[in-house]
């Protein structure tokens, strides 16, 4: 049968055969097998997989089955049963993780992505001994959770030889994302059709050849099954004319013959087609209380004669076989049969949950209550899909309105965790249409908030009602809801622009929030509301936060931002880097990823070109995994501007892209970010009408790339930009403007912008202590900005014709501009330099500069003694990529062990760390 199934997949054949092959050789891979059902996506897989067995590559398999899908990490169960003598020597974190989400233990899963580098260490551990081949069947109804594990698993096992083949009927969000390569299944052509058909059904006649041939439609399956359902009774339908989906007739084949078996057989046909992954023990348990007589075992073999099951245990032949039996039963069988599964599932809280609401209708408060409890032990799990799953039915099985208003809003929360919108503004509805409590009222607003801020858009006034309802929620008892709320409203005004008034009135909101002065929250909602009028109290609360030790990584990623925020980037950059291991260690990719970015962010800033590139590469990465398009926006224009600072020409096509995603959803941060880029890039190559024009639109209130505060960060581009552009009328009217702002806050950037802007465009007569004062105020963690004003001076200097006093503050200012890596404006030190008449060739590439950010990473980590092992768990990658990575990096280097990189990387890196 195989070999008929097979016909005509040659090509298909080849690609998994070389990816079974490469896994043999030592590489891995993965690759979705797509198709309709019964188009031989599994016999295609089954080939291949009894290929590998005999080479002596391990095979192991999961099946998604329909009735699981809510169940999370059910598929990643079987795999990981299979592979269970290895869970024992996964690091303690990872070994927790993973058996908190399979259920082995009941503990919380500290994130799922903990879970993924878990399922990537076992897997990668069992591909150590044996190549290993993962087969995962019917990924259409496999549950989110497990998927998200595979398609992280998928993406870093390059190095490994292991291969992960996904079969699925359609490529859905949950596999899209992963980007893994797709190979399609297409039917099969007219001639082989034929001669497969003329195998399984030798002698038709030719008028029903051609319609089988016809209604098949190149289906294996249909090719198969619909001769069969011909020869047999209520077969018929199988040629009668009529628009009826070819998926839909094969079941009929399959129901008609149900339709004629004993209905002891029937029934437990039925029990295991929703039963999942159930035991045989299960569905004939089942069975007898269902029939009231007893039923076992010999009950399945009129099912085996009839091609139903085979013959080896109580496995359908075809998923579609399952999909038969459930419409072929009525809507009173099916609920009788979930009921009776529901009574036997004693000590299975999950399965017993769902079979019994399967098992009701109309409203019951104690299946709801159930329903509730089994959405709480997912999220325990990191299966959140599951719990928003487990809470809508929950919701729908309610009839108190009180309590179905909870359920409602608690999963709108669950639908925006997981990034489902459209599912979110729909239960939002439902629940603003029952009479909600002053509590559910803010609840409801903050989701309202939160599903415009994607958006960054919305009404000021809702904006600002939503921080003052916070504060009420806060007061009443409730100050973990209060502060989210309040979240909600202040990052919608930084995110977007909600009018002065509204500004003004979630300030106060803030100011009136009943939290204590040094909870990092409130500081870091102060910053983000109210950076200069608040901006003194920040800074203040942030230094005396770096002071303290912090085991409190979210708070700290909070505190980050916050610095960026008053202007601050070496605290920020400070600030931010205590969060990144701890939040590596419990597997926080989500907040990791918004982590490095404030990283990337303050690097860009602080002109060190190394740490920001090294930062930003990890945090698109991070943010395109986890589903945060905004901060993969940020991240792109931070990457833009620190192409700007070293001379890439990348710059367009970072701010471009950056720009598509920030545009539509009015993300003023990231188009600021991206607009000061394209300045700093036109002002280095002396194209300053065009760096004004970039530039200038970051301070235009009337410009979507305005920012009220990160503007300050531009200030000193944008008046030299505006001077050698014959604009600098325009640019001492900005300064004017926010000079009364330098008295209210110590903002580092704006009040270096605001030195050096006034120096700039000052009369040469009154310049040179502008210039001098500029200079030593800039903070001693600043040597960017330090070696900024220097360029600035020696270029005075120079233009006064003091060529040795230029040359002392120009070659200063080359040196920290090449030792941050900030090449463009080395360049410009360059130029200047040999203008003043002294010689400044330019430099070669340091060592590490040949290597690309994650090589870098990987030989910082081992240069400090890490192992293999333990730098691919801070980095959420195999021991075997990293292997890899060194291998490569080796030669870039000039080395030819991992204990030179030590030596290495301290000669062509000290001056940069000294100088920061």
Known sequence: ?????????????RVLAALVEQAASGSGGAVVVLGAAGIGKSSLVAEAAAQAARRGTRVITAVGVESEENVPCAGLHQLVHQLREGIDDLPGPQRAALRGAVGLVDEAVPDLYLVGLAALTLLSDAAGKAPLLVVVEDAHWMDRASLDVLGFVARRIESDPLVLVVVTRGLDDRLAGAGLPVLPLNPLTDEVSGELLDTVAPGLGQQVRKRLLEEAAGNPLALTELPVALQSVGGAYALTPGPLPLTERLERTFTARVSRLPVDTRTVLLLAALNGDGTMDECLAAATRMLGRPVDIAALSPAVGAGLVEAWGMVFRHPLVRSAMHHAATAAERQAAHAALAAELQGQPDRQAWHRAAATSGHDEQAARDLDSTAGRALRRGGVAAALAAMRRAAELTADPHARADRLLRAAELALESGQGDVATHLLAQARSLDLSVRDQGRAAWVGIALIEGAARGEGIATAELAELAVGIAAGGEPVLGLRMLWGAVLHCYWGEPGPAARRRVAAAVG???????????????????PVERGRAVLESLAGQLERSSEDAEGDQLLGGAAVTVGAPALASRLTARSLDVLRARGRLSMLARALCVQAGSSARLGDVRAGSLAAEEAAELASETGQPLVRAMVHAIRAQLAAVCGDPRVEAWAAEAERAALPAGARPALAILQTARGHAALCQGRYGDAFGHLHRVFDPADPAFHPWLRFYALA??????????????????????????????????????????????????????????????????PFERARVQLALGEWLRRQRRPAESRVVLQAAREVFDALGASAWAERARQELRAAGASSPRQDPAAVDRLTSTELHVAQLAAQGLTNREIGERLYVSPRTVSTHLQRMFPKLGVTARGELAGVLRSTMTYAEDVA
């Open 1 to 13: 049968m195989q070999g008929r199934v097979l016909l005509g997949r040659e090509t298909e054949r």
């Open 512 to 530: 009136r929030m009943p939290v204590d002065a040094d909870n990092a929250d409130l500081v870091a909602l102060r910053a983000y509301c109210a």
């Open 717 to 782: 581009e944008l008046v030299e930009a505006g001077v050698r552009s014959e604009s600098a009328e325009a640019v001492r009217d900005i300064l004017e403007e926010l000079t009364p702002l330098g008295e209210l806050t110590p903002s580092p950037a704006l009040l270096c912008g605001l030195r050096l802007g006034r120096a700039l465009l000052s009369p040469a007569d009154a310049a040179e202590p502008l210039y001098r004062a500029a200079l030593a105020a800039v903070p001693v963690d600043w």
